[in-house]
């Protein structure tokens, strides 16, 4: 692995260091990095690694590569990972369909080239050597489908490849990554290997169902990535929903964070605080009293144990002690 390492042009290191101009990138397309998060990203494109984020579900890991492919201007190719996926899905395979055609279509070539030659051993030798050189065609890259980690690879301008979710496959697929994450590199064993003409910027997520595998973490950088303090939250929500006025979104970051200090089995997400800001706009809220969020707790809570949870308390939740800055931990701050 240290072989791979590249030494890190000045100009890069010194780009590394100031986080300010990529995280105003960000925050133009709508996404508030904290600044651990925005040094990182800026890291994994310095030092050309893999970018693991590690979080709960509804957090904005995803969301920072969608938005990363969209401040720097590349496609993004993703790949959602689960169980059971193989090579097939997300590197590469043949068309079996096109090559079952192609030799249909050959039948005749291949009876034609045979046809002039003489009888005997030689003969013989040299119509295997000519129907090989039909095989070798038969596996060309005319006939290979690229699954979006070859597609990456294979890209002729830089691209944001995201592994989506890669604890939910099983850990024989990291295996498969490590030629990806290590080298920018596939190997294809009938045509060798592709290697990276530009470096994408490769970002893993991970909602912790597993623990991944050490050789796959060794090759990512790492970051961890949590509820935002209630001043980014609050910047995010106005952000995503421009039209909720500044009183009605400070009140819901509020209840909201409040909801995650309670011991729910899934607490609501800044995705969910985004979709309820949306929700309160469509039924016309100017505030959130107990009516207003008892209708609509089904857009924060997906399971009814946690909505019974949070409706015994509704009075105290939506008590008006504490603001949006001050109330609650909602969980750690990245």
Known sequence: MWSNLRPVNALEALRANDPGPLEERLRAVGYFPSPELATSLRLSLALDRPLLLEGPAGVGKTELARSAARALGR?????????GLDESRAIYEWDYAKQILYTQLLRDTVRD??????????ALRAAVERVAALETEFFSER????????????????VVLLIDEV???????EALLLEV?????????????????????????????RELTDALRRRCLHAQVDYPEPSRELAIVKARAPAIADALAARLVDFVRRLRDLELRKPPSIAE????????????ASSIDEATARA?????LKHGDDRDKAEARLGALLSEKGTAGTAGTGGKTP
Request: proline fraction near 8%; charge should be negative.
């Open 143 to 158: 006939f290979l489908v690229a699954r979006p980690l070859l597609a990456a690879i294979r890209a002729e301008s830089p």
């Open 181 to 209: 994450l290590a080298d920018h590199a596939i190997t294809v064993p009938e045509l060798g290997t592709f290697r990276a003409k530009v470096a994408p910027l490769v970002v893993l997520t991970t909602n912790a169902t």
């Open 296 to 300: 609509t707790l089904g857009v924060l």
């Open 75 to 83: 496609p993004l190719l993703r790949l959602q990972c689960y169980e």
């Open 273 to 284: 605080s985004i979709e309820w800001a949306r929700a309160l706009l469509v039924l016309g």
């Open 113 to 122: 080239a045979l046809a002039d030659l003489p009888e005997g051993d030689a």
């Open 167 to 173: 604890d939910r496959s099983d850990p024989e697929f």
